[in-house]
T-cell receptor, first 113, second 109 residues
Framework: NAGVTQTPKFQVLKTGQSMTLQCAQD?????MYWYRQDPGMGLRLIYY???????DKGEVPNGYNVSRLNKREFSLRLESAAPSQTSVYFC????????????FGDGTRLSIL | GQQLNQSPQSMFIQEGEDVSMNCTSS?????WLWYKQDPGEGPVLLIA?????ELTSNGRLTAQFGITRKDSFLNISASIPSDVGIYFC?????????FGKGTRLHILP
């Protein structure tokens, strides 16, 4: 029962370094999402991919890029990390169709020094 | 932009007590979802509601989709220590979803 798998689980970066967060799902879902979670802010959508080959900006896309590598994998890249990007990042996926619930990975805890 | 108001922000209760939390919005949703997040883990789906007025149970959990489609509540009966965590509501329409800021549940020994 892997579901949504995120790697790494923890990472510490220096300001200006780059990093790619990986996400893979084995549920044959069409849609995939990247969120960040900050204290008191809930979950905020960074980018999403409704299907393989498409990506769209969410609420807080600045400073991030994404790649939908194939149906299973959706990566999030920080080109030049900033302390404001210290957060817990969650990947989620959902099946095709309106109003399908999202299923989440266990998160990547990222600290930018 | 659209917002969900989730309340209360936190709750301190005795084991065995019932719990109630809710989410309200000025916007209409097609789906209401309730998630629970344990420390160090991702949110896990508890209940999904798809019709206005729908009342759905999952064990000791009961959730309702408000008639106006602008609100939802979650009740937990006879709380136990493993109920501790953060509960999130989410409102969904088509492929868009927004989350409440969470209700943190503490259970006193």
């Amino acid at each position: 029962n892997a579901g949504v798998t995120q790697t790494p689980k923890f990472q510490v970066l220096k300001t200006g370094q780059s990093m790619t967060l990986q996400c893979a799902q084995d549920m044959n879902h069409n849609s995939m999402y990247w969120y960040r979670q900050d204290p008191g802010m809930g979950l905020r959508l960074i980018y999403y991919s409704a299907s393989e080959g498409t990506t769209d900006k969410g609420e807080v896309p600045n400073g991030y890029n994404v790649s939908r590598l194939n149906k299973r994998e959706f990566s999030l890249r920080l080109e030049s990390a900033a302390p404001s990007q210290t957060s817990v990042y969650f990947c989620a996926s959902s099946s095709r169709g309106r109003n399908q619930p999202q299923h989440f990975g266990d998160g990547t805890r990222l600290s930018i020094l | 932009g659209q917002q969900l108001n989730q309340s209360p922000q936190s709750m301190f209760i005795q084991e065995g007590e019932d719990v109630s939390m809710n989410c309200t919005s000025s916007s209409i949703f097609n789906t209401w979802l309730w998630y629970k997040q344990d420390p160090g883990e991702g949110p896990v789906l508890l209940i999904a509601l798809y019709k206005a007025g729908e009342l759905t149970s999952n064990g000791r959990l009961t959730a309702q989709f408000g008639i106006t489609r602008k609100d939802s509540f979650l009740n937990i009966s006879a709380s136990i220590p493993s109920d501790v965590g953060i509960y999130f509501c989410a409102g969904q329409w088509d492929d868009k979803i927004i989350f409440g800021k969470g209700t943190r549940l503490h259970i006193l020994p």
